[in-house]
């Protein structure tokens, strides 16, 4: 591709989408896909096109990513083992931007069944994580109080400040992506943290 004398590769414009992400996501926790094109489009000299080519593209991007992000491993067996023991099960999960797309996606998951109760910040809150709002607006649905909460997530620079915010106990899963806060305890995976609420520690 090339625009007023510069050549872009495909692998060019991904490392510059995945700049964008760092910039809109984890600075400023701002979701909306959208923005992404219209940035990119803007740099490289098209910023005319707008309006529906963009939100299209957005869908597009959303309905490639849901083929090919399936779940991890452990998931389904962790969440049917943690219902079997008794837990109450909710999710928090931020808006993909464009409202209505994560409950799509999110109906389409197996796991779905298991779950009292699913909040998308951003859309049945004010704000995305991590603002407050969408941990205690979780633990109203369950009918419980925060402070009786573990919250497992795997993002450092929302889940960690979200939860301990409201008094939750926080179980960080260690991925890719960012590292680094203070949770209550780490993981290395969703089963290593169910180990870990059922007496048996995960291992070192």
Not at 76 to 95: C, N, P, Y
Not at 124 to 148: C, G, I, M, N, Y
Request: glycine content about 8%.
């Amino acid at each position: 591709m090339s625009v007023e004398g510069y050549h872009y590769t495909e692998a060019n414009l991904f490392r510059r989408l995945q700049m964008i992400d760092l910039e809109m996501h984890g600075r400023k926790f701002l979701y909306n896909r959208d923005v992404w094109w219209e940035t990119l489009l803007k740099e490289l000299g098209s910023s005319k096109l707008k309006g529906p080519w963009v939100h299209q593209t957005t869908l597009r991007y959303w309905k490639t990513y849901a083929q090919a992000s399936p779940m991890f491993s452990d998931a389904m067996s962790t969440i049917r083992r943690m219902k079997k023991e008794g837990f109450r099960l909710g999710m928090v999960s931020d808006s993909d931007g464009t409202p209505g797309m994560k409950m799509k996606r999110i109906r389409k998951q197996p796991f779905l069944k298991y779950l009292e109760t699913i909040v998308v910040a951003g859309e049945d809150t004010p704000s995305v994580k991590p603002s407050r709002r969408p941990f205690t607006l979780v633990a109203e649905r369950l009918r419980l109080q925060p402070r009786d909460c573990v919250y497992i997530g795997d993002n450092p620079d929302t889940d960690i400040k979200g939860a301990k915010g409201v008094g939750m106990m926080m179980i960080l899963v260690k991925r890719r992506g960012p590292k680094g806060g203070h949770p209550d305890y780490r993981a290395r995976s969703l089963s290593d943290a169910a180990r870990l609420l059922t007496g048996n520690q995960p291992v070192p």
